[in-house]
């Protein structure tokens, strides 16, 4: 447990409460090459430290959540599921950030009356996020934060309109997935192991939206991609990101 809040523009995290502090909990994977003493620091235009990031699990009303899944192009964890985020502008609160983003990368404006919100939990992102893969290139704090929104899924969809740059398919996931996702939270015993338990019966696929050249397609993926768990050694794969699936075990 941490307290977190803005302050001077700067994103604060103590391990006392100060004025206009929250109270959450700071988490990271137990392989994260910080826990290992290993590279805790980035070198961001000559100015080391840890960058402060925010990302939004946004739910419609039927209780699905949408993630996106990063471009293939981009320099950090292409192609892994996520929810809309980036970084935190100095002076920005957190959820005019969490929405600027959500904007940015989905083409979604919600009007303020149109949602609520909570905070979820605070992640710590190295990338890449094992030595195994190389030593660490960028270091962040993500808040997770919880927008639930008064308009349906399909009122939603119709105003999507996705970044080409930084998205490349977008999902809407019904709880039960959700879950099951947040089920195989990656660990050092897990790492690179098979999808794990999770609850309940699940559908073989579920329904995407990605991005061509033509516009919006409508696809399939096998729901076993979402389930992954990050591997080892070796390239990437396809799947939900660590800290998403911590994010998805607060909401």
Known sequence: PVSCGLERGHFLISDV????SAVTVLKRPPFCPAKLGEGTLSDRGGHPGVAAAVAVLLEATCGHVLLTRRAATLRHFPNVWVPPGGHLEPGEELVAAGLRELAEETGLRLEPGTFSWR????WESLFPPTLSWGPPRCHHIVTYLGLRSA??????????????CEVSAVAWLEPSV????AATEDGAEGLGSG???????????????ELSADGF???????GILLRRAPARGPDLERVSTGTKFALGRW
């Not at 905070?119 to 605070?122: M, R």
């Not at 959700?178 to 996702?181: D, K, P």
């Open 178 to 181: 959700l879950e099951a996702i």
């Open 151 to 164: 308009e349906p899924r399909e009122r939603l969809q119709a105003r999507l309109c996705p970044s080409p």
């Open 17 to 20: 409460p100060f004025p206009g």
């Open 119 to 122: 905070l979820l939990g605070l």
């Open 195 to 209: 999808s794990g338990s999770f609850p309940g019966e699940l559908p073989a696929t579920v329904g995407i939206t």
């Open 217 to 223: 397609r409508s696809s399939q993926i096998p729901t």
